[in-house]
């Protein structure tokens, strides 16, 4: 008699126990989505504004630029840029004309790099041209390397605008460099999991002279390095405006702040050269807004990032990043995210864009070594033409492994108002890890009209989908 009333006391005490917290629902799911769209894009929008430029324009030909292609204009578009610096600002004007820079331009507080329609700037091709070494975030982890061939440290309030070409002419030396880069990059990144202090992750010509005085820091090895520099790189700089221009031919990314915080990015034309040759790659940046660019890549056309394995985890994330009405074209990713983001990705919106074509539209991408956390992003409004593999997927596998253990946790996506004309593979392609399920995925009104594969999924809790239609079936997780 007592076991019995024990077990209906028991019974008693968990029925008016409080319930746990409720399952993750669509309703949730949309109610989170409408408040963030509505709350957070405004406030975001409210931080983000570009730069307010001096009105003093200068004139690279007067400082002894010449529209030559055989002519090094370089040294005069470096007088510009530094005497409009100290000037307190104002606008450096490359005119119409071919102007051709032998070696990297660095630009400076208050500075406005602007090409006029018909301006084009195009660079040298000779590594030895992007010496002294500088910091930079060579696929996610930090060294010193070669110049970028624009390139800003620890500047604000800085800017290249105009509707002039600027041709990185790097095709050549991508394809040569490529076939030589491995082992730089698998040291690099032995470095970077080691932590190895960055002065000593000397990369370029193997020669870093921090302090000027023509000695080896001690940490070079004078070797020639072959890990190719960026397009565009502004490094831990504030106030960034980047508009109208098209950009060609990058030796490697094109358009690549980093630990950077108010950036708009603007109604650019990017054509890629070769691989490695991604779009726009805003890394472990902070209130960024890019809007109205079109981007036809080998590569990523527009990818987030935020570090690569332990080099990154204690540095800054991106977060609170807004990209619409773009126009992606691209051979492997329309937009992604990864696969370097080891320090975090967080609060990024993404709508009224259109995927012309790609492997895979919609990509986040990671593996084992990557460890951090992706989370809270919103997707909607977005119109897709032929995809090769999958519309929508997440990936911990990405090449590149080295054996560690560290899953990445990815949470909290929501998508809808997604159309997809054809799909050859599957639509979605969502594997997780048993580790670390990919948790919280939203999915509501997207059709593919064709997909030829069934959609694959594993690890993946708390999934809840509405209206989706995949070949004309509604399409139903298992």
Same mark, same amino acid.
């Given at each position: 008699?007592?076991?019995?009333?024990?077990?209906?006391?028991?019974? !008693?005490?968990?029925?008016c126990?409080?319930?746990?917290?409720?399952? @993750?629902?669509?309703?949730?799911?949309?109610?989170?989505?409408?408040?963030?769209? %509505?709350?957070?894009?405004?406030?975001?929008?409210?931080?983000?504004?570009?730069p307010?430029? *001096?009105?003093?324009? @200068?004139?690279?030909? +007067?400082?002894?630029?010449?529209?030559?292609?055989?002519?090094?204009s370089?040294?005069?578009?470096?007088?510009?840029?530094?005497?409009?610096?100290?000037?307190?600002?104002?606008?450096?004007?490359?005119?119409?004309?071919?102007w @051709?820079?032998?070696?990297?331009?660095?630009? #400076?507080? =208050?500075?406005?790099l602007?090409?006029?329609?018909?301006?084009?700037?195009?660079f040298s /091709?000779?590594?030895?041209?992007?010496?002294?070494?500088?910091?930079?975030?060579?696929?996610?982890?930090?060294?010193?390397?070669?110049?970028?061939?624009?390139?800003? @440290?620890?500047?604000?309030?800085?800017?290249?605008?105009?509707?002039?070409?600027?041709?990185?002419?790097?095709? /050549?030396?991508?394809?040569?460099?490529?076939?030589?880069?491995?082992?730089?990059?698998?040291?690099?990144?032995?470095?970077?999991?080691?932590?190895?202090?960055?002065? #000593?992750?000397?990369?370029?010509?193997g020669?870093?002279d921090? /302090?000027?005085?023509?000695?080896?820091?001690?940490?070079?090895?004078?070797?020639?390095?072959?890990?190719?520099?960026?397009?565009?790189?502004? &490094?831990?700089?504030?106030?960034? !405006?980047?508009?109208e221009?098209?950009?060609?031919?990058?030796?490697f990314?094109?358009v690549?702040?980093?630990?950077?915080?108010?950036?708009?990015?603007?109604?650019? %034309?990017?054509?890629?050269?070769?691989?490695?040759d /991604?779009?726009?790659?805003?890394?472990?940046c902070e209130?960024?807004?890019?809007?109205?660019?079109?981007?036809s890549?080998?590569?990523d056309?527009?990818? +987030?990032?935020? =570090?690569?394995?332990?080099?990154?985890?204690?540095?800054?994330?991106?977060?609170?990043?807004?990209?619409?009405?773009?126009?992606?074209n691209?051979?492997?990713?329309?937009?992604?995210?990864?696969s370097?983001?080891?320090?975090?990705?967080?609060?990024?919106?993404?709508?009224d864009?259109?995927?012309l074509?790609?492997?895979?539209? !919609?990509n986040f991408k990671?593996?084992l070594?990557?460890?951090?956390?992706?989370?809270?992003?919103?997707?909607?409004? +977005? %119109?897709?033409?032929?995809?090769?593999?999958?519309?929508?997927?997440?990936?911990?596998? &990405?090449?590149?492994?080295?054996?560690?253990?560290?899953?990445?946790?990815?949470?909290?996506?929501?998508?809808?108002?997604?159309?997809?004309?054809?799909?050859?593979?599957? *639509?979605f392609?969502?594997?997780?890890?048993e580790?670390?399920?990919?948790?919280?995925?939203a999915?509501?009104?997207?059709?593919?009209?064709?997909a *030829?594969?069934?959609? %694959?999924?594993a690890?993946?809790?708390?999934?809840?989908?509405?209206?989706?239609?995949?070949?004309?079936?509604?399409?139903?997780? #298992?």
């Amino acid at each position: 008699m007592r076991i019995v009333f024990f077990a209906l006391f028991v019974l !008693l005490l968990a029925a008016c126990s409080p319930a746990g917290p409720p399952a @993750f629902s669509i309703k949730e799911a949309k109610a989170h989505s409408t408040a963030a769209w %509505q709350n957070q894009v405004p406030q975001m929008l409210a931080r983000i504004n570009p730069p307010k430029l *001096a009105s003093p324009v @200068f004139d690279i030909t +007067i400082f002894g630029a010449k529209p030559d292609s055989t002519f090094d204009s370089r040294p005069a578009i470096a007088r510009a840029i530094d005497v409009c610096h100290r000037a307190g600002g104002g606008r450096v004007l490359l005119p119409p004309g071919y102007w @051709f820079s032998k070696g990297p331009l660095h630009l #400076q507080s =208050g500075v406005e790099l602007h090409l006029a329609a018909g301006a084009t700037l195009a660079f040298s /091709d000779v590594a030895e041209d992007y010496l002294p070494l500088v910091k930079v975030r060579w696929e996610g982890t930090v060294c010193w390397n070669y110049s970028p061939l624009i390139y800003a @440290f620890q500047q604000q309030n800085i800017a290249i605008t105009g509707k002039g070409a600027i041709d990185g002419r790097g095709a /050549d030396w991508s394809r040569a460099w490529r076939k030589q880069q491995k082992p730089d990059k698998q040291r690099l990144r032995q470095m970077g999991n080691d932590t190895l202090p960055e002065q #000593q992750r000397v990369f370029g010509n193997g020669f870093l002279d921090r /302090d000027g005085d023509g000695q080896d820091d001690g940490f070079g090895d004078g070797k020639p390095h072959f890990l190719r520099p960026t397009l565009i790189e502004l &490094y831990e700089c504030r106030n960034i !405006l980047i508009e109208e221009v098209t950009l060609r031919n990058s030796p490697f990314w094109t358009v690549h702040p980093v630990f950077s915080k108010n950036i708009t990015i603007r109604g650019l %034309q990017i054509f890629g050269g070769y691989l490695n040759d /991604d779009g726009i790659d805003p890394d472990s940046c902070e209130d960024v807004l890019i809007e109205d660019c079109y981007v036809s890549t080998e590569d990523d056309a527009i990818s +987030i990032k935020a =570090g690569r394995d332990q080099d990154a985890w204690h540095r800054g994330k991106s977060k609170n990043i807004i990209v619409r009405n773009c126009r992606l074209n691209s051979g492997v990713n329309a937009f992604c995210i990864g696969s370097e983001m080891s320090g975090g990705v967080e609060n990024i919106f993404v709508q009224d864009c259109q995927i012309l074509s790609g492997k895979h539209a !919609l990509n986040f991408k990671c593996n084992l070594d990557r460890g951090g956390q992706v989370q809270q992003i919103f997707m909607k409004n +977005i %119109q897709v033409d032929t995809i090769e593999k999958a519309l929508f997927i997440f990936r911990m596998d &990405y090449h590149g492994y080295r054996g560690n253990n560290f899953p990445t946790r990815f949470n909290d996506f929501y998508a809808h108002n997604i159309r997809c004309k054809q799909v050859k593979g599957g *639509a979605f392609k969502v594997v997780g890890v048993e580790a670390e399920p990919i948790t919280r995925l939203a999915l509501w009104d997207i059709e593919v009209q064709n997909a *030829a594969l069934e959609s %694959q999924l594993a690890f993946v809790e708390e999934l809840v989908v509405e209206a989706v239609q995949i070949s004309g079936a509604p399409f139903f997780p #298992q």
